[in-house]
């Protein structure tokens, strides 16, 4: 019984942190030691919230006529890859074509500030490292550049406790780089961004081991984004912004009312009908329902997701499974009582015995949702990403929450009330 009540203790954990999550005022997760930082929202789809559009012209002028179409796709993974990595999820990114003009598009939901999606794509990030023989000399490139980067990343400097971008280089940058601070001891090194040099240290001993830091007037936002920068490379073309807009929710708010209406609608009956027909395990059900729609939502926000109307439809769909495993053990454990056996040997093997079923049918469903996400794109992958992890959570709540509250009900006064 002691470990009926840890279980239980974990639970209520577990679903106060999840709806602590879930409040609509609260704060972003910051926690700058750990390199964290997440904001705790819903993410709305084009179709529900809207979002930026832009459309990148590029430059393949000075590429074989064979790669052009090889730059072209290389310049789509580069936009991909710095989207992916700023979280935003769901987004639409392809090719076009505009007469003998090849284009990228690119449509980020959630996202209503065009000056910042631009910001975050179209930057070059292209990085170089200066020198110079004397203080009136010229700068002088070095040969070490971004592309011998091996990877960037975010970090807090423990004396001043500003962000800076750690770096470090592959095995030729890191042959480059040793010779480079040979030969400038005590002298500064600059750190060149695209047009502007940020940083001009003076370099106080050989480095030999390829690695270094970019300091400058960082926000962590922004520290943040100069290592994405960095990590998905510069853009394969010179590329232009030919088109910028804002474009509104597809759905409008009435169609999105209406499709909330509807869910809430059949979530009630769905509580009122295991309510009234399995009676206290029934109610019991319900409130692991809620902790499951509790769990879920919390998920949501921290992996994060971007809710579409189809993303929606995976997360009542999965409330939906979840009800049904509910039913088959409240069935299952029917049996067992009508045979004779106690409400606990009934609960033990009514969850024992639907088990097998529970589990075939969700492992079933998990691997459909794989495929959809693997072959997927858009709101077909929306639709399976929330339907998975909905079904995976169901799984938790309709084994472990429901039984350990039935179980704790065995051998007290509540037992009388549990009647199916």
């Not at 939901?109 to 930057?123: F, H, L, R, S």
Request: positive net charge; hydrophobic residues 45%; aromatic residues 6%.
């Amino acid at each position: 019984m002691k470990r009926v009540y840890i279980v239980f203790v974990l639970i209520l954990v577990v679903a106060f942190l999840a709806f602590w999550i879930d409040r609509p005022t609260v704060k972003p997760l910051d926690l700058p030691k750990l390199r964290i930082y997440k904001e705790l929202k819903i993410r709305q789809g084009l179709d529900l919230k809207g979002g930026v559009h832009l459309v990148y012209e590029g430059d393949f002028s000075k590429i074989a006529p064979k790669e052009r179409e090889k730059a072209h796709q290389g310049l789509i993974n580069v936009i991909e890859r710095r989207v992916n990595n700023l979280g935003v999820a769901e987004p639409i990114i392809q090719k076009g074509q505009i007469g003998d003009k090849k284009t990228v598009i690119v449509e980020l939901p959630g996202i209503t500030d065009v000056e910042q999606a631009k910001k975050m794509i179209g930057q070059t990030a292209q990085l170089t490292f200066l020198e110079r023989k004397s203080e009136q000399a010229e700068w002088t490139e070095t040969g070490l550049t971004g592309a011998h980067l091996k990877r960037a990343d975010v970090e807090i400097n423990p004396q001043t406790g500003e962000p800076e971008v750690a770096i470090e280089f592959d095995a030729e940058g890191t042959k480059l780089f040793k010779d480079i601070t040979q030969r400038n001891l005590q002298k500064p090194v600059a750190i060149k961004l695209d047009q502007d040099i940020i940083s001009a240290p003076t370099v106080q001993t050989v480095i030999e081991e390829g690695k270094g830091v970019i300091t400058g007037k960082f926000d962590i936002k922004e520290a943040k984004t100069l290592a994405i920068n960095l990590n998905s490379g510069a853009l394969p073309v010179p590329t232009k912004l030919i088109e910028q807009r804002n474009i509104s929710a597809t759905l409008g708010p009435e169609s999105i009312k209406k499709s909330l209406i509807a869910g809430l609608l059949g979530i009630i009956l769905i509580a009122l009908f295991m309510t009234l027909f399995y009676k206290t395990p029934g109610f019991l059900a319900v409130v692991a329902l809620a902790i499951y729609a509790g769990i879920v939502l919390a998920l949501f926000k921290l992996i994060p997701v971007t809710l579409t109307l189809a993303g929606l439809a995976g997360f009542i769909l999965s409330i939906g499974m979840a009800v049904d495993a509910n039913i088959l053990i409240f069935e299952r454990m029917k049996e067992e009582l009508r045979t004779g056996k106690t409400l606990g040997a009934a609960i033990e093997d009514g969850f024992k015995r639907a088990w097998s079923s529970i589990r075939d049918s969700n492992i079933s469903s998990l691997i459909t949702c794989l495929i959809l996400i693997w072959l997927g794109s858009g709101l077909v992958r929306g639709f399976a990403v929330t339907l998975a992890i909905g079904i995976l959570v169901s799984m938790f709540t309709a084994i472990t929450v429901t039984r350990t509250f039935l179980r704790l009900a065995v051998g007290t006064r509540m037992e009388k009330f549990i009647k199916i």
